[in-house]
T-cell receptor
Framework: LAKTTQPISMDSYEGQEVNITCSHN???????ITWYQQFPSQGPRFIIQ???TKVTNEVASLFIPADRKSSTLSLPRVSLSDTAVYYC????????????FGQGTELSVKP | GAVVSQHPSRVICKSGTSVKIECRSL??????MFWYRQFPKQSLMLMAT?????????EQGVEKDKFLINHASLTLSTLTVTSAHPEDSSFYIC??????????????FGPGTRLLVL
């Protein structure tokens, strides 16, 4: 499984756009990139998943460059409730679904 | 998305007792479920992969006799912490894949179970 590297923490203010970048230099051809959000004392919540280029849903956008060695989670206009830990994971499809979590990025949104 | 539940949400037990935690997929069938443990201010650590109808696969360093896993049906996996000790106190989280969904490798996580061993 490809190893991921993210910033340990980030600070932002309400209303700003937040971009969290994850490095995964050893990503394999059949690996997908998935981001999860976790609040204290809760299980992780799926945010978005992608393979290449750009994916957008009602919560976030995921940008993946052509070489796929990194990805950027973009959260538009964050609010205080977006304060959480964000995890970037890389794993192959159709091979058991095992996920190995890195340390994640602790996002703090201030008023 | 798919819903995964856990029961109980928190449990306090005495040292030496066993504790069972249930993980259920509520609106889909999961042939594979996963169990994680998370200590304060740390990331999730995968403990084992629970396979319906077969033995669980444990990660390196996880004692299979200490953490018993039973995947009794396509919607239920249980984790039993046997002879619990204070160092087993942690946040236990399960997850399940819904292969029927588009993007079927997405894992959905339960809300977690807080275990405190006195």
């Amino acid at each position: 499984l490809a190893k991921t590297t993210q910033p340990i923490s980030m600070d932002s203010y309400e209303g700003q756009e937040v971009n969290i970048t994850c490095s995964h230099n050893n990503i394999a051809t059949n690996d997908y990139i998935t981001w999860y959000q976790q609040f204290p004392s809760q299980g992780p919540r799926f945010i978005i998943q992608g393979y290449k280029t750009k994916v957008t849903n009602e919560v976030a956008s995921l940008f993946i460059p052509a070489d796929r060695k990194s990805s950027t989670l973009s959260l538009p206009r964050v609010s205080l409730s977006d304060t959480a830990v964000y995890y970037c994971l890389v794993a192959p499809r159709n091979q058991g679904g095992k996920l190995i979590f890195g340390q994640g990025t602790e996002l703090s949104v201030k008023p | 998305g798919a819903v995964v539940s856990q029961h109980p949400s928190r449990v306090i037990c005495k040292s030496g007792t066993s504790v069972k935690i249930e993980c259920r997929s509520l609106d889909f069938q999961a042939t594979t479920m996963f169990w994680y443990r998370q200590f304060p201010k740390q990331s999730l650590m995968l403990m084992a992969t629970s396979n319906e109808g077969s033995k669980a696969t444990y990660e390196q360093g996880v004692e299979k006799d200490k953490f018993l896993i039973n995947h009794a049906s396509l919607t239920l996996s249980t984790l039993t912490v046997t002879s619990a000790h204070p160092e087993d106190s942690s946040f236990y989280i399960c997850s399940a894949r819904d292969p029927g969904l588009a993007g079927g490798e997405t894992q959905y996580f339960g809300p977690g179970t807080r275990l405190l061993v006195l």
